[in-house]
C-alpha cells in the first residue's frame, strides 16, 4: 500500500487550477485563483475568516462547480464531476468538522471508503458470488493494514464516537488515505486541537507525507502548524491571492499583516 | 453446526406449518393471521430500509404495494383467468408461472419507485416524506381512473389462479408461497446491508457529504436501495392480492403506509431482527385485539364508571394501537430493539447461530 508507484512524470502537477472564480449570486467568493501543485509537495492555505479557502477546497474536490476557470487533476480536467468521481481520480479530503460515519465501527469506516473501487455491484452481493467474497476478503484485509500501520488496530470494532477527539482526527486522516490518493486536501486538521495533540498531528503529517507519497495541501489556522510543516504558503483574502512564498516571506510579507492585524490608515 | 443452526431450525418450523395446514390442524383462520404475517414481515423490513438504514422519511410505502399487487393481478388474470378472455397459459405451468408473476409485479414497483428517488436526490427529511405521500396518492387516484382495472371498484379474478395450483396438489398453496417470499425478502435485505456495497446506505444516513467525498455514488446507492425497498413491498402487495383474491385502490391509501411505518418504529430504526419482531407483534395484536371479550375485560374500569358506553372492538383497536406507539415513543423511543440486532442484545444468543 505504500510503495505506490508515482505514474505521472515529475513534469505534470497533481492538481493545477486555472483562474478560477466563484460567484454565489452577488458575491465573488474566490476570484481568479491559480495554483500548481507538483507531486510530493506540502503546500499551505491561509487567510482571514471567510477568505474562501474553504470554498477553494470544495471547488477542487467537485462539491461546487466553478463559475469560471479550469480545475486539472494529474492533467485531467474535472469539469462535471460529481465529488465521488473526483475521488475516484485520487483527491481525498478531511473536513473542518470530523465528518465520520459515527454510528459504523472504525473498520467499516474504512472499508465504506473504498466503494471508488469495489468491483461489484447488487446482484454479486446478494448472490454472494466468489468475485464479491474475494473483494470483501481483499477490502477487510487492507483496512486492518491500514489500521495497523495508524495505530488504531485495537479500536478496529469501537465506534467513532466513542474515541477521544485526537484519535478522529487521526481516523478521517486514515480514511482519506484509504483510497491511495495522490492528493490530500486537511482542511483545518488542528482544529480544536490542544496543543500536545497539535504537535503529535505535526509528526503524523510529516509522516504521512514520507511514508504514502502523496501530495498534500492544507489549510490551517494554527501559524506554529503551517510554519513548521509547509514549504509554500498560499494567502488569501476576500478570495484573491494577495501573497505567496515560504513560510518566511509570508511571515514578514506587508500585504498579510494588514490582512490579519487590519490598515492602520482608518 | 453453528452456521447452519438458524437455517435448520427455519426449515423445521416450516416443513411444521406446512403440514399442520395441509392436515388441518391449524385452522383457515390461523393460516390467514399467518401469512398477514408474512406480508406485514416483507412490507416493515423493506421500508426498514430506507426509513432506517439510509434515515429518509417516506412515508408512501404501500404505493409500490398497490403498483405491485395490481401487476401480478393483471398478470395472473391475462395467464390463468378467464376475465380477460381466454387463459394464456396451460393451468399446469401455474406453480411455475406464479412467482415471476409476483416478482414482475415487484420490478415494476421498483421501477415506479424512481417517482421518490429522484426528487431525492435534492430532498432531505420532511421534504421527501411530503413527496412520498404525494407518490401515495398519486398511484391511488391513478388506478382509481383505469376503467379496464374496475377503477375505484377493484379488480378480482386472482382466485383462479390460486384455484389452479390447488387443483394440482390440494395443499395450503398461498401460505407456501408467503413463507418463500419472506424468507426472500430478509434474505435479500440482510445481504444487500451486511456487504460494503450496502453499508453506503448506511453512511449516507449517517453523513451524506462524508459519504460522497469517500466515493460513494450517493445518488446510485439511494435509487438502488430505494429500488430493493419498492420491489419488495410490490412482492408484498401481490401476494396480498392472492390471498384476498380482491384488491382495492383504497386498501392501499395512507393508512396502509402508516401500519408499515408504525411497525419499522415500533421495532426499532435500522434494525432487521426489530422489523420482523415487530410485525409479528403489529400483527398479533391487531388480531388480539378484535375479540370483543378481551376488548370487554381492557375496558372493564372504564365500562363501571361509565355503564352506557358499549366500545366496539373494531373501533377500539385503532384507539389501543396507536396508543401503544405514544407509550413505546415516551418510554423506549428507539423502538423495541433500537439500532441494534438481536445477536447485540442478547449476546448470548450469539454462541447458537449465525445469521449472515
Known sequence: ?266 | MKKYSLNILLVIFVIGLLFAAYFRVIDGYIQIVAMTIGINIMMSTSLNLVNGNMGEFTCGHAAFMCVGAYISSILSVLCFGSKFGDPLLPAASVVIVFPIIILIGGVVAAVSSLLVSIPSFKTRDDYLAIISIAVNYMVISAIQNMDFVGGSRGFQGMKDTVWAMIDIFDGPWMLFWVINFTIFTVWVIRRFISSTYGKGVNAICQDEVAAEIMSVNTNKIKIINFMVAAGLAGCAGGLYAHIIGYVNPESFNILKSTEALVMVYLGGMGSLSGAIISAVIFTGLLEVLRSQAIIDVLLSPVTFIFPDWEPSAGVIKWVMIPLLLVIVMQFRSEGIMGNRELGDVFPKLKKFYRFK
Open chain 1, 1 to 266: 500500500m505504500m510503495a505506490q508507484t508515482q505514474t505521472q512524470t515529475e513534469s505534470t502537477p497533481v492538481l493545477e487550477v486555472r483562474s478560477l472564480t466563484q460567484r454565489f449570486g452577488g458575491l465573488t467568493a474566490v476570484s481568479d485563483f491559480n495554483v500548481k501543485l507538483m507531486p510530493g509537495e506540502l503546500t499551505g492555505l491561509i487567510g482571514p475568516n471567510g477568505a474562501g479557502k474553504t470554498t477553494v477546497f470544495n471547488l477542487v474536490s467537485g462539491f461546487y462547480q466553478p463559475t469560471e476557470g479550469q480545475i486539472l487533476i494529474d492533467g485531467n480536467p474535472t469539469a462535471g464531476f460529481k465529488p465521488h468521481k473526483v475521488t475516484s481520480l485520487g483527491v481525498t479530503r478531511t473536513f473542518q468538522n470530523i465528518r465520520l460515519w459515527n454510528d459504523m465501527t472504525v473498520l467499516d469506516n474504512i472499508r465504506v471508503a473504498q466503494h471508488y473501487q469495489l468491483g461489484y455491484g447488487f446482484f454479486h452481493a446478494i448472490a454472494r458470488s466468489k468475485r464479491y467474497r474475494m473483494r470483501e476478503e481483499q477490502i477487510t484485509k487492507e483496512a486492518e493494514e491500514l489500521l495497523d500501520v495508524f495505530d488504531l488496530k485495537r479500536h478496529a470494532e469501537e465506534r467513532p464516537k466513542n474515541l477521544p477527539y485526537g484519535t478522529q482526527r487521526k481516523l478521517e486522516i486514515a480514511r482519506a488515505l484509504s483510497s491511495h490518493p495522490k492528493l490530500l486536501l486537511l482542511d483545518e486538521p488542528a482544529a480544536g486541537l490542544n496543543s500536545a495533540d497539535a504537535k503529535e498531528l505535526i509528526r503524523l503529517i510529516r509522516w504521512i507525507h514520507e511514508t504514502f507519497d502523496v501530495t498534500i495541501w492544507m489549510i490551517e489556522h494554527h501559524m506554529d502548524v503551517m510554519m513548521e510543516l509547509a514549504t509554500q504558503i498560499k494567502v488569501i483574502d476576500f478570495g484573491q491571492t494577495i501573497a505567496e512564498g515560504s513560510p518566511e516571506e509570508i511571515r514578514t510579507h506587508p500585504a498579510v499583516i494588514t490582512a490579519y492585524l487590519g490598515d492602520d490608515n482608518i
